[in-house]
């Protein structure tokens, strides 16, 4: 940091002060940094309002039963507070992780599930296909199934460490009841429910190259506790299902297996209940559905068909037996809590949005089906009191205030011991209006799934689009040689129009947060902190004052050179400098439209392709002229500037074709990368490269290739490395390819076929140990280059060191199809920076733009997308026999945003070792990666804020912000760090 001073200046190593002026003097990539992690503060704002809250109601306390509502009656007899008997004396809940309807429901049903299908063909049993709501995770589905309500897309970050569900839920008022419990399966249960199951055994849901230990976990409790009477309730989710999802998708060859196992279990579970029936008393419950399902990649988390239908099957004797395949009816996954809870004699959920089955109620007396639902329309009337503030014009308020009319009515003749077939036709129409008042209710309420914090979003949006434009009008100092920017803050802040607007907006926070109905972030903090965001609020729109007066009064004096053409005094751009401006605005107002968010990547490709083409077009004018200029036949060569006198002209022949050469290799292996993974939403689920390589038969090329590309990976990043980093990364590249073998993506030459895979926890660990290694003797160089001896050679092996490091973590974390993306990554970067960055001469905002392209494009070649069903959690488990919170959700960040992060950290390294660049071009870096990155993250979020209520809030608006936010927090890091690289003679 540096203060300007006017007059007498008292310098010291890193800043100077000035009096007069009263200016802040900041280096570009401090000034960037700061920005940067400024930003990434009002986008968590922003998401704090724009992530909905649940809808819940205000009532504090859970339901009971004293607090159930009368009967209707009409007249002046006094009604009746009977609860109907429990349909149900025991349920069993099979829960099939992943269990996609098609599996039993579709073509091959019978083949995967045969003996569940029968039952659903022939046996008693009510088959539907359950819509779940996205986001389609485990944590938020075992929510809705439990509380019956829509979960808020935040809980998809809390699916890592579930906290315990203090929300109104069946399994509370199970407990409460005294209804005995059992749980066997996913821990996330009990992470929910602490100390509320008499017996229980949970496995990890995170662990996903586990798919047959999960279940048999569960399963191997089943004969002893199914034998037993004491309990009343028995819940079993297994998780071996989704886990081959994860890995190979739901065409895989294991996929079968694993539900012809299903199969058997529920028929395990069948013939036991049968056999413990009773004559005369209840009727058993054995459920099974899946909480959510699977994308044609095996993933979840999104709005796709295959990831929101599942299956659900009801199986009992009390149900009529069917005589033939019908086909099966639609219900919301939410409707399962209150038709489970009416069955056992529970109370509803309060805050459940969902509608009880009618299909279960059936076999019931009408009284008693009418009963259900009157109780199940009281619950759904009380939220909607609690949620909606104008609730008296939804339909569904009045529908049901005439339906518990009719009902009274029809209550009076019924005790009066009326029985003719009239009263019967009544009361059938009574509950079809009380089935509409349901469905009605139940709609509006999911309608209203969230409430915006408006006042949080307006506050993040207006901060972020404030250091936007400071931003913006620090361009020209910025990207100047002395890469410096003036910031006017004290002067700023002694002024007269920052107290006033202070007071504006203390005024205004007041004012919105006494009038408001609705809950808002900002109200619940402390006036300390209020007033501290207000200041500093206040003093970037008073510092944005300043710069734009300051910026009309100086007028244009700020001259620019395009790279090519040097000779120029005049600011001037060159085709090239036009090509990245326009495809970077282009690619911020494709933002605006849901279609260019879903299948980004063609964006990046296509620019990708047009920018290999532009360099090519650079490489040509460089190396060759038009014959007619020298008035002669031959071919003219321009020998690059960095050749020295007497260079040898066939190493000037093989510096040109090699540079020509570099943009259509280039612009090829982009290409065969684009076939390796396929992404977005329209195409996903078409069969790629990565899915060839995958299959079993194909194991042994998949070996050869990922034994090449780690050689290959060696040779690209070991020339910068000292001999001990040499070593050691030779040493964990062959630990990458062991933990690979280890976990049975790829084969060792002498390993026997039929030998058990194991886990690879040691294999990862050893790697793990280079790395830190490897980062040690980096930061180690750059220590000694800043402290003990001012070496530049020592400082740029640090800085390389380090990034080899990152580089030999990523390919521990790449699945074995994926290293020649990382492969050719590292080969584009030494080629681009061989022979087109440095022989070109592009200056440090052109190479940064183009590593920000490259690095987006890459994003998307690793199979990410817009999406997060893309996300791999297993990589969150690499080297751990237990899910760790920290560690998982780190690594799980650094597989997902590898791209954009090598090539960041390629562009410093680079800059900072060009001598030929002067000590500015870091700074320039910094500050065009963070312009880069926050044009588009502000727009973005306007985008969002407009379009608030658009349906694609949940698969595509949502996880893009996340993946913005993050986006900005990792250029922040990488700035931060790097920034304190810089020469302190700046």
């Excluded at 045969?114 to 539907?128: A, K």
């Excluded at 906290?163 to 005294?178: C, E, F, H, S, V």
């Excluded at 602490?194 to 995170?206: A, I, N, Q, R, T």
Aim: some cysteine.
């Amino acid at each position: 940091m540096v203060f300007a001073q006017c007059g007498l200046q008292k310098k010291t190593k890193s800043f100077k002060v000035c009096h007069h002026q009263a200016k802040m003097k900041f280096r570009s990539s401090v000034f960037a940094s700061l920005i940067l992690m400024f930003e990434v503060l009002g986008v968590a704002v922003f998401l704090r309002g724009f992530f909905p809250v649940p809808v819940t109601s205000s009532v504090s306390s859970k339901s009971r039963l004293s607090d159930l509502p009368l009967e209707p009656l009409s007249g002046s007899k006094p009604n009746s507070s009977r609860i109907p008997q429990p349909l149900f004396k025991r349920v069993v809940i099979m829960l099939v992780d992943g269990l996609r309807e098609d599996f039993v429901l579709g073509a091959n049903g019978r083949m995967y599930m045969p003996y569940t299908r029968h039952l659903v063909e022939r046996g008693s049993t009510l088959s539907f296909v359950a819509k779940a709501r996205p986001p389609t995770v485990t944590m938020p589905r075992i929510k809705a199934l439990t509380t019956g309500s829509i979960p808020a897309f935040i809980d998809v970050v809390m699916n890592l460490n579930s906290p315990a569900l203090l929300d109104d839920n069946l399994i509370w008022q199970a407990k409460t009841a005294g209804k005995k419990m059992i749980f066997y399966g996913d821990d996330t249960w009990l992470r929910l429910f602490p100390k509320h199951f008499m017996e229980y055994d949970g496995v990890s849901s995170l662990f996903v190259s586990d798919y047959t230990e999960v279940d048999n976990n569960v399963t191997r409790h089943l004969d002893s506790t199914l034998k037993r009477d004491d309990w009343d309730i028995l819940i079993l989710h297994y998780l071996g299902l989704d886990h081959i999802g994860h890995i190979s998708g739901p065409h895989s060859s294991l996929i079968p297996r694993k539900l012809l196992e299903m199969d058997d279990i529920l028929k395990k579970i069948h013939a036991a209940l049968i056999s413990k029936e009773a004559e005369g008393s209840l009727p058993y419950l054995l459920v099974l559905c899946g909480d959510h399902g699977m994308s044609e990649t095996g993933g979840h988390g999104g709005s796709s068909e295959p990831e929101v239908n599942t299956a659900l099957v009801l199986i009992s004797p009390a149900f009529k037996r069917k005589v033939g395949m019908e086909k099966p009816g639609e219900v919301e996954q939410v409707d399962v809590t209150p038709t489970l809870a009416l069955s056992l004699g529970l109370p509803i959920s309060q805050n459940s949005v969902g509608h009880v089955i009618p299909g279960v109620l059936e076999e019931s007396s009408l009284r008693d089906q009418l009963r259900f639902l009157h109780l199940n329309g009281h619950q759904l009337n009380c939220l909607l009191k609690h949620s909606i503030s104008d609730y008296e014009k939804e339909a569904g308020f009045e529908q049901y205030r005439m339906a518990e009319k009719a009902h009274g009515s029809w209550m009076k003749r019924y005790l009066e011991g009326n029985t003719s077939e009239v009263l019967t036709n009544m009361g059938r129409k009574v509950l079809k209006q009380y089935l509409e008042a349901l469905a009605t209710m139940s709609a509006a309420l999911s309608k209203h799934q969230g409430m915006y914090d408006m006042y949080s979003m307006i506050a993040g949006i207006v901060f972020v689009f404030q250091l936007l434009l400071v931003l913006l009008l620090a361009m020209p100092q910025a990207l100047s040689g002395a890469a410096a920017v003036d910031l006017p803050v004290v002067s700023s802040l002694l002024s007269l129009p920052f107290y006033l607007l202070c007071l504006l907006l203390a005024s205004m926070h007041v004012l919105v947060c006494t009038s408001t109905e609705s809950a808002c972030y900002f109200c619940s903090f402390s006036w300390g902190v209020v007033f501290a965001a207000i200041a500093v609020s206040s003093a970037v729109s008073c510092t944005l004052l300043s710069m734009i007066t300051r910026l009309l009064s100086l007028g244009p004096k700020f001259h620019g050179k395009s790279p090519l053409q040097s000779s120029s005094s005049e600011w001037s751009l060159s085709e090239l400098d036009v090509l990245l401006l326009a495809g970077t605005t282009g690619h911020t107002l494709s933002l605006a439209s849901t279609s260019f968010i879903e299948e980004e990547h063609q964006t990046w490709y296509f620019l990708l392709s047009t920018l290999c083409l532009a360099v090519f077009q650079d490489v040509c004018r460089k190396y060759f002229r038009e014959k007619s200029d020298y008035g002669g036949d031959e071919e003219y060569i321009i020998p690059s500037k960095d050749c020295p006198p007497g260079y040898p002209k066939a190493e000037v022949y093989s510096e040109k074709w090699l540079a020509l050469v570099t943009p259509p290799f280039t612009l090829l292996c982009c290409r065969l990368l684009r076939s390796l993974n396929q992404t977005g939403v329209q195409w996903a689920h078409l069969s790629d490269v990565g899915h060839w390589l995958n299959s079993g038969e194909h194991r042994v090329v998949l070996s050869l290739l990922a034994a090449f590309c780690l050689v290959l990976i060696y040779f690209l990043i070991q020339r910068r490395c000292s001999l001990v980093s040499k070593v050691a990364l030779a040493l964990g590249l062959l630990g990458v390819y062991s933990y690979r073998a280890a976990v049975g993506n790829v084969l060792f030459p002498w390993q026997q076929p039929a030998q058990d895979m194991s886990k690879g926890t040691v294999e990862a660990r050893f790697v793990y140990v280079f790395v830190l290694g490897i980062l040690f003797t980096g930061t180690k160089d750059l220590l000694r280059s800043q402290i003990i001896t001012a070496d530049s050679k020592l400082k740029n092996r640090g800085l390389w060191e380090i990034y080899s490091g990152l580089v030999l973590l990523v390919s521990l974390l790449f699945r074995a199809h994926n290293l020649p993306v990382l492969c050719c990554c590292l080969l584009i970067q030494t080629l681009m920076a061989q022979f087109i960055w440095k022989k070109l001469h592009y200056d440090a905002a052109q190479t940064t733009i183009m590593h920000y392209w490259f690095g987006q494009a890459f994003f998307y070649f690793q199979g990410n997308s817009n999406n997060i069903t893309t996300v791999d959690v297993s990589v969150g488990l690499v080297g751990l026999d237990r899910y760790v919170e920290a560690p998982a959700i780190f690594l799980t960040a650094l597989s997902t945003y590898a791209g954009p992060l090598l090539w960041a950290c390629h562009l410093i390294c680079y800059l900072s070792s060009e001598k030929d660049r002067s000590p500015a071009a870091v700074g320039h870096g910094c500050y065009c990666l963070a312009l880069l990155r926050s044009v588009p993250a502000a727009a973005y979020i306007f985008l969002i804020t407009v379009m608030r209520n658009h349906t694609f809030i949940w698969t595509v608006f949502s996880p893009k912000l996340l993946y913005e936010a993050m986006h900005l927090l990792i250029t922040a890091g990488i700035c931060l760090f790097f920034n304190t690289m810089e020469q302190s003679t700046s």
